[in-house]
């Protein structure tokens, strides 16, 4: 196998700034005019716009197009079911369709072709091999079927890497399969490996002696997080590398290096990513520190291209350029644009408040659970947050003092801090939930 080669495709994870904009204008004027024949839904957007397909002749003559919409989209698949307006190919032309989880509204299907299936698998294969999956690695897969990371399945094989489906709730198979097929390498959420720390103490399992060396977790912030990585780097004595997608446009795209310092892009030549102010609008310029928006457009994408698609991620650039030779820049995901809270007129990160909390580990375990008592995003000062002290907290009210010190420090806003005993918080075994809605009860 190819276990020796440093990047999965080479050509495309290392082009320069001028292959680059080639490769992705060059795919961009080929999806636009695929679009512009084939989507009724941008043939009546772009209309009601004045648009032209000759008024888009570069790449920064994106800006020159209307942002799509997360509630555009459900619109379209409800007026025009199975796959909505948005559909470039007719049904009999889709060969899977997957679902998003519905966190923030109701799911949404996304339909592939084989086409489509292959441009997700390449990247994917990108992805996974920045995070260090080898051939030699057997990698359960703690994944419900229907959702777009299942697509991730074809991928692990395709690498020559060897799958196990578990799926979600089966958490004594996972660690069956651990135990009985040598399985070493699990892709998950990064709330995963965290609940599944919890659930082997409870059975009375070292972490460490399950065998498990790799983790790649996504799906939610926290893999990035040092306290977060740290803790779960140092419960099985493996590494862990994040990722990351969109299941509306692309199931991986972000991945890690060995260096860590936030997922590079590897989506060239399937799909284009901009960084825009949330409030503006405005595309941004790229370099180190950057916060703002990703939107995302389709470049290779025959059943449901979208183009300038609002994903309400949240992200930070952390660098662009790396040791390890790829060209494309880092991020790390902060949140979602929609789930920021507003203190004061400061906006304020539920991941955020978690990662600053997280650098007194031990002296707390780094979960916390804001606690709402009306609708957000306003939240009335002092924001509500129960901690979880560690098992030698030290004097808890210095201790409740020196949160409030630091989240007033780091994030500029008042909290009252509740602190309650370790293993208080509950843990989830998909994604972690950062925000208890009071006011819903």
Excluded at 212 to 230: A, C, K, L, N, S
Aim: hydrophobic share 35%; aromatic share 8%; charged share 25%.
């Amino acid at each position: 196998m190819t276990e020796w080669k440093k990047y999965w495709n080479e050509e495309m994870e290392t082009l320069s700034s001028e292959e680059y904009f080639k490769v992705q204008k060059r795919a961009l004027l080929r999806e636009l005019n695929y679009v512009w024949q084939k989507s009724r839904f941008y043939q009546e957007k772009f209309g009601r716009e004045g648009i032209e397909l000759g008024d888009i002749k570069e790449i920064d003559d994106l800006e020159k197009l209307p942002f799509t919409e997360k509630h555009e989209i459900r619109e379209s698949l409800n007026v025009a079911p199975p796959l909505g307006k948005h559909a470039s190919v007719d049904i009999g032309n889709v060969i899977r369709v997957y679902s998003t989880s519905g966190t923030t509204g109701n799911p949404t299907y996304i339909g592939l072709t084989f086409h489509d299936r292959d441009v997700w698998r390449e990247t994917a294969m990108r992805a996974m091999w920045a995070c260090g999956m080898r051939p030699r690695h057997i990698v359960p897969l703690p994944i419900g079927t229907f959702f777009i990371a299942a697509s991730y399945g074809e991928a692990i094989e395709n690498l020559g890497s060897t799958l196990i489906p578990v799926g979600v709730g089966a958490t004594d198979r996972l660690i069956g399969a651990v135990k009985n097929l040598g399985a070493n390498f699990i892709l998950s959420t990064t709330s995963f490996p965290l609940y599944l720390i919890t659930y082997c103490q409870k059975k009375g399992i070292d972490p460490k002696t399950l065998g498990v060396r790799g983790f790649m977790v996504g799906g939610e912030p926290g893999g990035g997080i040092p306290h977060i990585r740290q803790k779960i780097e140092d419960a099985y004595g493996a590494n862990v590398q994040e990722c990351m997608g969109n299941g509306d446009m692309l199931g991986l795209m972000w991945a890690e290096c060995e260096y860590k310092n936030g997922m590079h892009f590897v989506g060239q030549g399937a799909c284009h990513p901009e960084i825009i102010d949330p409030t503006t609008g405005d595309v941004l310029e790229v370099k180190e520190g950057l916060k703002g928006e990703l939107v995302y457009t389709s470049i290779d994408r025959e059943c449901q291209p979208l183009i300038r698609f609002r994903t309400r991620d949240h992200v930070v650039v952390t660098q662009t350029t790396c040791e390890c030779g790829r060209t494309g820049y880092c991020i790390k995901c902060i949140g979602r644009t929609d789930d920021m809270l507003i203190v004061s007129g400061v906006n304020v990160y539920p991941s955020a408040i978690r990662d600053v909390v997280g650098t007194l580990v031990p002296k707390v375990t780094g979960e916390i659970l804001i606690q709402l008592v009306e609708p957000p995003p306003s939240v009335q000062p002092p924001m509500k947050i129960k901690v979880e002290h560690g098992q030698d907290p030290g004097d808890l009210r210095s201790l409740k003092n020196e949160i409030g010190k630091l989240l007033r420090e780091k994030l500029i806003f008042n909290s009252d801090v509740e602190l309650v005993p370790p293993g208080t918080l509950p843990k989830y075994e998909y994604k972690a939930k950062l925000v208890d809605k009071d006011y819903e009860t």
